[in-house]
Structure formats: structure tokens, C-alpha cells
């Protein structure tokens, strides 16, 4: 059993990066269609069955994180998505495919492939837990939702900061020089 703030903060940062995703997925199919088939994983025929159904099922889960009913079967499904991603990421770093963009941060921003995104689906995989577990019955006072929205704006800004620093990585790495 795991206290109320800790589930609901985790739904609330889940939810918003899981709507996040799916936004920018579902306002540009076409690109998010060419990054699918360039991960190579799948038949290509299967590709614009999944490039609806990815976003689609991120934005129900998005949803179904928002409430206390849904919430652990939308967190179950959050955490397999999660570990898809990582497992997409990984065998394609594998293949060392590096320069791909992982399509994380959208059309506007490419993102080269990078082992820390594997921590940082790591991260997001501990917010699914903390979103899965149950939660302790007790009264949840004004105080106690402050802190929860408070505490899931947090894990959002962390979430977007890790994102913007392993997109610039590249450009931070050529203006100091280092390789």
C-alpha cells in the first residue's frame, strides 16, 4: 500500500507527459509514422496500424491515469509502454544506431539515441509503479492535494529538463570541444 500523494502525484506527472506524447504524435502522423519504420522493429506494413495505435493508447492512458478507478489498469499499461520504448531504444543502440532520432521531444526538437534515455524510462517506470501500487485509505486533506500537484509538477519539470538537456547534449558537446 502506498500513500495517496505519492499514487496521485506519480498519475498526475504520468498523465501529462503520456498527453504530452500523444500530441505531438497524433498533430503530426506523418512524421511520427517515419519514426516508427526507422526504428526498425516491425513489418512495415504494421507501421501506420501503429503509428495511430501508439498515441491513441497514450492518450487513453493519460486519461485513465486521472482516476482513481482506472488508475492501475492505466498505469499497467503506462509501465508496458514504457518498457516497449526502453526496449525499442535499447536494441536499436544495440545495433549502434546512435544518430536516430528517438523521437521522444517531438518533430520540433530531434533527439539522437543515448543510453540516459534509458534512465530516464527508468524514471518514468518508477512513477508507473508508484501510479500501480494501491493506496492507503485515508482522508486527503487541502494541504495533501497541494502537495500532490506540487510534487507531479516536479516530476514533469525534472521529466522536461532531462529532455531538453539530452536533446542539446549534442550541440553542448560540439561548443566545448569535446568528443
Partial sequence: MIDPIISTAAALALSVIFASAASHKLRKPHWFRRQ?????????????VIALALPV?????????????????????????????????????????????????????RQPLHPMLLLRNFFLGVLALGALFPMLERTVSLHDNFVMVAAGTVAVLLYAAADLWLANRPLLIKLSGDK
Avoid: K, Q
Fill in 36 to 48: 516508427v519504420e526507422e526504428y526498425r522493429l516491425t513489418p512495415s506494413f504494421l507501421t501506420p
Fill in 57 to 109: 493508447t497514450e492518450l487513453l492512458t493519460a486519461a485513465g491515469l486521472l482516476w482513481t478507478t482506472s488508475r492501475p489498469y492505466a498505469a499497467s499499461v503506462a509501465l508496458a509502454l514504457i518498457a516497449a520504448y526502453a526496449l525499442a531504444i535499447g536494441i536499436n543502440l544495440m545495433r549502434g544506431r546512435h544518430d536516430m532520432d528517438c523521437g521522444c521531444s517531438g518533430p520540433a526538437m
